[in-house]
């Protein structure tokens, strides 16, 4: 369609390589692709750089590209209770030839995809570095030993995630 002329020339330009092949040679070479580095947390953030012009169509010109619906649907796909609709594939793949109806971030490498803020250290060093999965280790031994059953509440949902790792490991 004449309406999406730059997605569809999105993967390649004339003379030069893939944008695929580009992103995944840069990130190759970026310290954070190393799998030791994954759980570094910084130690401070910065907020994004913004612009500042006179120019009133510059400054509307990210916005519009951020705020814009049909370059969302590329890059997050359609909604996911259309999925599994053959019509709205259909569609999709007529509007956005070559992606996938999931989305284009399903391309990336797994390795490219960011983690989540909550950062969970290796489960062997749960018990050895907190003092309450220690106690609780051998309280739950105890209460094995003794042929118990235990029912534990949290408060937080980051704390039953981390309890829940504990448990695999256990």
Known sequence: MSIYPSLQRLDRAESLPSLFFISRSA???TCSSR???KWFGPAATAPPISTCCTDRTFMDRP??????PLESLGLYGALSSLRDSMDACTTFDAH???LSCASLFTTSLSDQIPLSMMQVPE???LAY????LARLNTLL??????DHRVLVYFQMTRMMDLMGEYLIYR
Do not use: M
């Not at 916005?63 to 814009?68: F, M, Q």
């Open 27 to 29: 990130w190759t070479e």
């Open 35 to 37: 799998s030791e580095v």
């Open 63 to 68: 916005s519009h590209i951020l705020d814009s």
């Open 96 to 98: 956005f030839p070559g």
């Open 123 to 125: 489960a062997k060093r």
């Open 129 to 132: 570095d907190s003092a309450k």
């Open 141 to 146: 031994q105890e209460l094995k030993a003794g």
